[in-house]
């Protein structure tokens, strides 16, 4: 299964890094089931690029998949997390220090919901395995929302929401 992995990816890398969506640059077009049919497949994509970076090169890859635009913001468990690119780009600078190691997987519900030619709801089930500079370990397991947008001839998120699973409420 690895195997085929290391295949495939190359090649998804290379569509989304060539940007076949390169028709969707400049005006507006309305979603046809064609375009939201692609809009969907370079999302999916996408999302197999991030997690193959953030597997790769460690946290501080998320800086290139969060918009650098004064729109961007990240929440997280109920609160503003970065409420900004430049505090996201803090942020990610500070805990790529303390991070030796990151593997980061989406679940098979992976989810796209195209809105325009330009911009798409991404939601899924990650599990993600994290281990410090000082060796410990922990595994986290949630749901990512996002909303990616095409711009200047890439994908990238323009905000995003990690909700991590915690143990099923006490029903007294």
Same mark, same amino acid.
């Given at each position: 299964m690895r195997t085929w992995q290391w295949?495939?990816?190359?090649? @998804?890398?290379?569509?989304?890094?060539? /940007? =076949?969506?390169?028709?969707?640059?400049?005006? =507006?077009?309305?979603?046809?089931?064609?375009?939201?049919?692609?809009? !969907? *497949?370079?999302? *999916?994509?996408?999302?197999?690029?991030?997690?193959?970076?953030?597997?790769? !090169?460690?946290? =501080?890859?998320?800086r290139r998949h969060f918009a650098d635009s004064p729109a961007f913001f990240m929440a997280s468990e109920g609160s503003l997390v970065f409420p900004n690119s430049a505090a996201a780009t803090a942020g990610i600078q500070q805990f790529a220090g303390t991070i030796r190691h990151i593997e980061l997987q989406w679940g098979q519900d992976l989810r796209v919901d195209p809105l325009t030619p330009e911009f798409a709801v991404v939601g899924a089930p990650y599990h993600e395995i994290r281990v410090d500079t000082a060796g410990k370990r922990v595994d !986290?397991? /949630?749901?990512?929302?996002? @909303?990616?947008?095409?711009?200047?001839? *890439?994908?990238q998120l323009r905000d995003a929401h990690w909700s991590v699973a915690g143990p099923p409420a006490a029903v007294e």
């Open positions: 295949v495939v990816l190359p090649v @998804i890398v290379l569509c989304v890094a060539c /940007g =076949s969506h390169h028709d969707l640059s400049g005006t =507006s077009q309305s979603l046809t089931p064609e375009l939201a049919a692609a809009v !969907e *497949r370079d999302v *999916r994509a996408y999302t197999g690029v991030i997690a193959h970076d953030v597997n790769q !090169e460690g946290p =501080s890859a998320w !986290e397991s /949630g749901y990512f929302t996002a @909303i990616a947008e095409y711009k200047d001839g *890439r994908w």
